[in-house]
């Protein structure tokens, strides 16, 4: 199992330019997150998934748009970038609520000039 | 909403010392507990959680948390700690999202460094 992977890596973006991370799980979660890591900040939610073809909003989700098409997959949309949005994206999977554990990917890492 | 205070943002200690990281969360109601640890470039590992079981929670690399619900904290410990120990820890509560998912709230992060 691959677990969480998530695409790309790193991203260097200007400002307005727009694009799509990608996150994806093999485990069969229900659940998915979508959180960024500022420093100082702990990570935030900016917005979550409970299965396919649902989204929702989040603790911080301005400036940011999300798909759930297939079980697998969700994606985090940036459809105007801002420097504000420079941050490290991590996106999680979860079987259900009560408790259960989130697994993590290794996060991207965007900038945005 | 939840919230989550980590007290000191970073902390050094000796190989072999004991370590405490602090965590108090809030919650109106018994919470889920969680203590992530992300180790550098990499994402966040669940070390252990506390889910209304036992008090004392044993987690993984030697790690355990005790949840104190009159003192609303969920501290966490090792008696000995080595260099590999070194990375960034966060505690985290669980927070019931109007759309019916647990998000995690998280704290801020303790830096914890172990020095040869």
């Known amino acids: 199992n691959a677990g969480v992977t998530q695409t790309p890596k790193f991203r260097v973006l200007k400002t307005g330019q727009s694009m799509t991370l990608l996150c994806a799980q093999d485990m069969n979660h229900e659940y998915m997150y979508w959180y960024r890591q500022d420093p100082g900040m702990g990570l935030r939610l900016i917005h979550y998934?409970?299965?396919?073809?649902?989204?929702a909003k989040g603790e911080v989700p301005d400036g940011y748009n999300v798909s759930r098409l297939k079980k697998q997959n969700f994606l985090l949309g940036l459809e105007s970038a801002a420097p504000s949005q420079t941050s490290v994206y991590f996106c999680?999977?979860?079987?259900?609520?009560?408790?259960?554990?989130?697994?993590f990917g290794p996060g991207t890492r965007l900038t945005v000039t | 909403a939840q919230s989550v205070t980590q007290l000191g943002s970073h902390v050094s200690v000796s190989e072999g010392a004991l370590v405490l990281l602090r965590c108090n969360y809030s919650?109106?109601?018994?919470?889920?507990l969680f203590w992530y640890v992300q180790y550098p470039n990499q994402g966040l590992q669940l070390l252990l959680k506390?889910?209304?079981?036992?008090?004392l929670v044993k987690g993984i690399n030697g790690f355990e948390a005790e949840f104190n619900k009159s003192q609303t904290s969920f501290h966490l410990r090792k008696p000995s700690v080595h260099i590999s120990d070194t990375a960034e820890y966060f505690c985290?509560?669980?927070?019931?999202?109007?759309?019916?998912?647990?998000?995690?709230?998280f704290g801020k992060g303790t830096h914890l460094i172990i020095q040869p």
């Open positions: 985290a509560v669980s927070d019931l999202q109007d759309g019916g998912a647990d998000g995690l709230t």
């Open positions: 919650s109106s109601v018994p919470p889920y």
């Open positions: 998934s409970v299965g396919e073809g649902t989204t």
């Open positions: 999680a999977s979860t079987l259900g609520t009560g408790g259960r554990e989130q697994y």
């Open positions: 506390y889910t209304s079981a036992a008090t």
